[in-house]
């Protein structure tokens, strides 16, 4: 992965540092991960080989000709997601592990990371009248595939929700409903798990069978949080 810096100074060299780790500020001498010092009059800087899924930060400073001008104030970026193999696992113990998702809903919808909930450890994904969609797998068709995982809703009354594939994560008409998962009551945490060789089976879903995503649709005005979710190929015995 890569990012590209547009550079306004242009009279001057420019010192470019870039961490993974956190930058603070007054930090006199941040520690970086890359590093470039820029020509005078260079407009446009890339760095390569960084992380997928990282939030990076960086600070610059002007080499002048009686030292070096204050550090700029850190600023951070976030490098794209690639594509999820199968095994996918998540546990969602930081906001990282939410970052590939996407949400399909209306205002007001939402998607985060929590730790109001979780199932193991201290965190999971929190869903509130939307539909969370999982990262592009790298496969040419989810037919063989399972994914299974814990739900817990905080309604009262029973609440489901639904599991099924997505062909585009920017048109929700897309999505084609599998699976309804039903939790009891809310208050704690449910396992679910759901078979997508639906797909084998039904000619109607034949519009479904290289749909790269799985999505799982929570009802408007329902708040799901999600954990331990794993995606696999279903055993053969």
């Known amino acids: 992965d890569s990012v590209e810096f547009a550079i306004n100074n242009t009279n001057s060299p420019v010192e470019i540092r870039i961490s ?5 500020k007054g930090d006199t001498d941040p520690v970086p991960e890359f590093t470039d010092t820029v020509a005078a009059g260079t407009t446009v800087v890339s760095f390569r080989g960084l992380q997928p899924n990282t939030t990076y930060y960086y600070v610059m400073r002007s080499i002048c000709n009686n030292g070096y001008s204050d550090w ?10 690639v594509a999820a193999e199968i095994p996918y696992t998540n546990d969602f113990e930081n906001v990282a592990n939410t970052r590939c998702w996407s949400l399909v809903g209306v205002e007001g919808s939402s998607l985060e990371y929590s730790n109001e909930q979780s199932h193991t450890g201290s965190g999971s994904m929190k869903v509130y009248s939307g539909t969370a969609v999982t990262p592009l797998f790298n496969v040419t068709t989810l037919s063989n595939a399972m994914i299974t995982g814990y739900a817990y809703s905080d309604q009262e009354e029973s609440s489901s929700f639904s599991i099924g594939l997505m062909i585009d994560v920017n048109d929700v008409s897309t999505f084609e409903s599998l699976q309804t998962i039903v939790v009891p009551q809310g208050g704690q945490w449910v396992e679910f798990t759901a078979y997508l060789d639906t797909l084998l089976y039904d000619t109607d879903l034949s519009e479904w069978m290289t749909a790269p995503y799985i999505a799982l649709a929570t009802g408007a005005g329902n708040t799901f949080y999600y954990d331990d979710i794993t995606v696999e190929v279903i055993p053969s015995c």
Request: proline share 7%.
């Open 20 to 24: 993974s780790e956190y930058i603070g």
């Open 72 to 81: 700029s104030t850190p600023a951070f970026f976030n490098t794209r997601c």
